[in-house]
Nanobody
Framework: QVQLAESGGGLVQAGGPLRLSCAAS????????MGWFRQAPGKERETVAA????????YYADSVKGRFTISRDNAKNTLYLQMNSLKPEDTGVYYC?????????????WGQGTQVTVSS
């Protein structure tokens, strides 16, 4: 089992930055691919970014390319999402998740989420 805990959410003005963190605990001796997701009110959850264990494979949703950067520090068991030039449409609950392999279709472990609100 892997437990995930997000932090760093909050209220930010449009155009500003915010950095999310996701701390992993539990069975972190195995390698996991990880991702960030978000869900806005009344909308389905969407993938924001994903990263392989070694960082060699990275995915970004088109809506965040050039603005968000996903990274990880495996020594600290922590995943990050640096969000710049935030827009009101970036508002939502952000979740981190982990899966055994980058190519697996589904994520196995999820955090509780952290709220990000971008004011115009």
């Amino acid at each position: 089992q892997v437990q995930l805990a997000e932090s760093g959410g909050g209220l930010v003005q449009a155009g500003g930055p915010l950095r999310l963190s996701c701390a992993a605990s539990g069975r972190t001796g195995s390698s996991y691919a990880m991702g960030w997701f978000r869900q806005a009110p009344g909308k389905e959850r969407e993938t924001v970014a994903a990263i392989s264990w070694g960082g060699g494979r990275i995915y970004y949703a088109d809506s965040v390319k050039g603005r968000f950067t996903i990274s990880r520090d495996n020594a600290k068991n922590t995943l990050y999402l640096q969000m710049n030039s935030l827009k009101p449409e970036d508002t939502g609950v952000y979740y981190c998740a982990a899966k055994r392999y980058y190519t697996d279709p589904a994520y196995d472990y999820w955090g509780q989420g952290t709220q990000v609100t971008v004011s115009s």
